[in-house]
Nanobody
Framework: QVQLVESGGGLVQPGGSLRLSCAASGFIISINSMGWYRQAPGKQRELVASVTTRGSTNYANYADSVKGRCTISRDNAKKTVLLQMGSLKPADTAVYYC????????????????WGQGTQVTVSS
C-alpha cells in the first residue's frame, strides 16, 4: 500500500501563488508517475500536472489551463511531488488530489493507482 498526504492548500487571492506538496509513504517502490488532479464542484476530475520518470529523466505534462503558471517537480527519491502555482484565478478553485502510479512486476504486468485525501484550494477575494 502507498499513502499520499497533501499539504499547502488554502485561501489565496487572485493573482497570488501557492505551493502544493504531496509526500508518499509505505510501499513506494516502482512509482513511475506522480501528479496532481483537481475537481471543482459539479465538474469532472481533471489533470493539472504530472511527472513521469523514464530512467533518470523526469518528463512533465501540464494541462492547457495552467501552462505557464504552474511548475511541477519531483524529488530524487521520488517520494515527494511539488506543484508551484502562480497567477491564480478563481477558476483554479477546486479540491486538488495527489496521484501516484505504481508499476506491478517487471516487466510491468499492471499498475496500481493511489490517491491522496485532497486539499482545498480557494482563489477568491
Amino acid at each position: 500500500q502507498v499513502q499520499l498526504v497533501e499539504s499547502g492548500g488554502g485561501l489565496v487571492q487572485p493573482g497570488g501563488s501557492l505551493r502544493l506538496s504531496c509526500a508518499a509513504s509505505g510501499f513506494i517502490i516502482s512509482i513511475n508517475s506522480m501528479g496532481w488532479y483537481r475537481q471543482a464542484p459539479g465538474k469532472q476530475r481533471e489533470l493539472v500536472a504530472s511527472v513521469t520518470t523514464r530512467g533518470s529523466t523526469n518528463y512533465a505534462n501540464y494541462a492547457d489551463s495552467v501552462k505557464g503558471r504552474c511548475t511541477i517537480s519531483r524529488d530524487n527519491a521520488k517520494k515527494t511531488v511539488l506543484l508551484q502555482m502562480g497567477s491564480l484565478k478563481p477558476a483554479d478553485t477546486a479540491v486538488y488530489y495527489c496521484n501516484a502510479d505504481q508499476i506491478v512486476g517487471w516487466p510491468p504486468k499492471s499498475t496500481n493507482h493511489y490517491w491522496g485525501q485532497g486539499t482545498q484550494v480557494t482563489v477568491s477575494s
